[in-house]
C-alpha cells in the first residue's frame, strides 16, 4: 500500500474523504467546545494516525496513556483549582 501511494503525487479518492472527515470533526469538536467548555482536554499528540488506522489502536492507547503519565503531576493542583471554583 505504502509503496503505491509513493508514487503517486495527487491525493486520491480515498485520502480527500478521510480529510474532510477530519476537517468536519475538528469543526464538531471545536463547536461543541465553545458551546460547553471542558475543564480540562488532554491532546496527546495522534497527528500520524489515519482515520482507519483502527489496527493501530494499542499504539494509540500507549500514546494517550504516555501522555496522561507526563501531565499527571500538574493534574493534582488542576484538579484542586477547578474544585475550588465550585
Known amino acids: 500500500m505504502e509503496s503505491f501511494r509513493s ?3 495527487d491525493p486520491g479518492l480515498f485520502e480527500v474523504m478521510s480529510g474532510a472527515v477530519n476537517i468536519m470533526q475538528d469543526h464538531i469538536t471545536r463547536s461543541r467546545l465553545a458551546m460547553d467548555p471542558a475543564d480540562l482536554v488532554l491532546r496527546p499528540d ?3 494516525f ?3 488506522d483502527f489496527h493501530r ?3 494509540a492507547i500507549d500514546i494517550g496513556r504516555q ?3 507526563e501531565v499527571a ?3 493534582e493542583s488542576i484538579a484542586a483549582q477547578l474544585l475550588s471554583r465550585r
Open 7 to 9: 508514487r503517486r503525487s
Open 46 to 48: 495522534l497527528a500520524d
Open 50 to 52: 489515519q482515520l482507519m
Open 57 to 59: 489502536a494499542r499504539e
Open 67 to 69: 501522555h496522561l503519565e
Open 73 to 75: 503531576p500538574q493534574l
